[in-house]
């Protein structure tokens, strides 16, 4: 058994915590791509240092105590499988900072490079009023759009009281709660009766086969927000099918399918989807108009 006094220093603690992470076979993919940044992200966070320290910090010695939690955290992420993310309840979105536990997703969508860049070439975004985040989770979506849009109204829906509890805590904290409104519906079941300048979602979308193989970490995950039935679609279907009734002439509705794009793309053959790239990564985000999606 480890001796943790034998781990002196972060430089230390980190090259230990990437043997353990790669022998243990680690799954990463909720914020980080290698064991390393793993590491390097969980020792940081834990003793409440930026990631932009100096490097000769790695050779600060740590008192008992932050020995002690290091080793405790590393030890639940490699026996428990629970993501870093669910570790130190936080997580990056388009930049900002978000709270998250298990009520949630970690948020890791491509949508968040959309937000970034105001949806251009997609919309004007002098003319942008309202927005409609649908499943919004711990509320990244909505609350970075928000802040991209800065004079529009935001309304975020879930069907979950409890995601909507984490999501009024990020409200809170990244100061919108003037801008970004909370709603609990089902899809858009009893969201605002007005139109909308831009509906985006991410809605759960792992087919029966992908549930049945995720890796441990995402066993953490509700899988209220990952289960979409056998083809993964069957919420993003309801979305197209009942979106046009919310948006303006203009609008524009964005979703989220990932791995189920192709069974999205069968199930509407005729429908003329536009499957946006990203320059940092990612795929299966369709984007509609208005005038497309009417009747």
């Known amino acids: 058994m480890l001796d943790i006094s034998e781990l002196k220093t972060l430089r230390d603690f980190i090259r230990w915590a990437v043997s353990q992470f790669n022998q243990a076979g680690l799954y990463f993919g909720h914020g980080t791509e290698t064991a390393w940044d793993e590491a390097v992200a969980l020792v940081l966070h834990a003793l409440y240092l930026p990631h932009d320290i100096n490097p000769a910090v790695l050779d600060a010695h740590l008192i008992q105590k932050e020995r002690e939690i290091l080793y405790k955290l590393i030890q639940r992420r490699v026996n428990e499988r629970v993501p870093l993310a669910y570790l130190t309840h936080e997580a990056f979105f388009a930049g900002l900072p978000f709270y998250v536990d298990e009520r949630v997703l970690i948020p890791r969508s491509p949508i968040a490079e959309l937000i970034e860049n105001q949806f251009q070439p997609w919309v004007d975004a002098d003319s942008v009023h309202h ?31 409890e995601a909507l509890a984490v999501a009024k805590m990020n409200v809170l904290r990244h100061q919108v709660e003037d801008q970004v409104h909370l709603h609990q519906s ?14 985006v979602s991410n809605p759960p979308y792992v087919d029966v086969e992908d549930m049945a193989s995720l890796p441990q970490e995402y066993l ?11 083809h993964g679609i069957d919420f993003a279907v309801q979305i197209v099918q ?13 979703v989220e399918v990932g791995n189920s794009e192709h069974a999205f793309a069968e199930h509407f053959p005729d429908l003329p989807l536009t499957w946006l790239e990203f320059n940092q990564g990612g795929g299966g985000v369709f984007l509609l108009t208005a005038k497309q999606l009417k009747p």
């Open 131 to 161: 927005i409609l985040d649908l499943c919004t989770g711990s509320g990244c979506i909505a609350i970075a759009c928000a802040k991209a849009f800065p004079d529009a109204q935001v309304d975020a829906s879930d069907i979950s009281a």
């Open 186 to 199: 089902d899809l858009l079941t009893t969201v605002p009766a007005k139109k909308y300048d831009i509906i």
């Open 220 to 230: 953490h995950e509700p899988q209220l927000a990952l289960a979409a039935g056998t």
């Open 242 to 254: 009942n979106a046009h009734r919310y948006l303006t002439p203009n609008g524009i509705l964005i």
